[in-house]
């Protein structure tokens, strides 16, 4: 069966730090990825989405990057982050066509303070 | 602009009885509509999807009607139990796909024993 793993599932950074947060899915090949947050009170926001290795497609302009160095491999970053990124991030994926549900990890809450 | 919109944030009924969350949506060119339940601190997880050559889809104690012309989707819950309670999402995509999956803000139910 198909699993998704997300880490850190919590972290506290400075403004102005990096950010590396990272995906992995394992039991399934050539899957869609994506980046979504979900900031307080709102709704789930997709940040980024990839069809494929170093594929990636940008959904909003913003502090943040993605790349996707291997197939099952997806990973969040930011060169110095805002206070404006806290959140909950969620990493998800998808089989590659046709309609199907996303299937999302456990998430990690950001605090930039 | 919100394409798809849960207008109730929170719903609270008892436990037995049938929850309905309702979602509406303007974009005409949707036709794959998902629902998402979220605890605290998890990601969301996949209950049931519909597609909109269908106006219903059942799963267990899950029910989903598709009402095109009025384009509005709920999902029904019967008979709702406490560990229900949690955060629900309405979803929908274009025939594009998983990458463009819209979602509403969600509506936090609650199942009182």
């Known amino acids: 069966s198909q699993t998704i793993h997300q880490w850190p599932a919590t972290l506290v950074q400075p403004v102005g730090s990096p950010l590396s947060l990272e995906c992995t899915v394992e039991g399934t090949s050539n899957p869609n990825l994506y980046w979504y947050r979900q900031a307080a009170g709102r709704g789930l926001q997709l940040l980024f989405y990839s069809i494929g290795i170093d594929q990636i497609s940008s959904e909003v302009p913003q502090n943040l990057s993605a790349s996707r160095p291997q197939d099952r491999q997806f990973i969040l970053s930011s060169k110095k982050l805002l206070l404006s990124d806290s959140g909950f991030y969620l990493c998800?994926?998808?089989?590659?066509?046709?309609?199907?549900?996303?299937?999302f990890g456990n998430g990690t809450r950001l605090t930039v303070t | 602009d919100q394409q798809v919109k849960q207008n109730s944030p929170s719903l609270s009924v008892q436990e037995g009885r049938i929850s309905i969350l309702n979602c509406d949506y303007t974009?005409?060119?949707?036709?794959?509509f998902l629902w998402y339940k979220k605890y605290p601190a998890e990601g969301p997880t996949f209950l049931i999807s519909?597609?909109?050559?269908?106006d219903k889809n059942e799963d267990g104690r899950f029910t989903v009607f598709l009402n095109k012309s009025a384009k509005h989707l709920s999902l029904h819950i019967v008979p709702s139990q406490p560990g229900d309670s949690a955060v629900y999402f309405c979803?929908?995509?274009?025939?594009?796909?998983?990458?463009?999956?819209?979602f509403g803000k969600g509506t936090k139910l609650t199942v009182n024993p």
């Open positions: 979803a929908a995509t274009t025939q594009g796909g998983s990458e463009k999956l819209v």
């Open positions: 974009n005409s060119m949707f036709d794959y």
């Open positions: 519909i597609s909109s050559i269908k």
């Open positions: 998800a994926w998808s089989v590659r066509l046709g309609h199907s549900p996303l299937h």
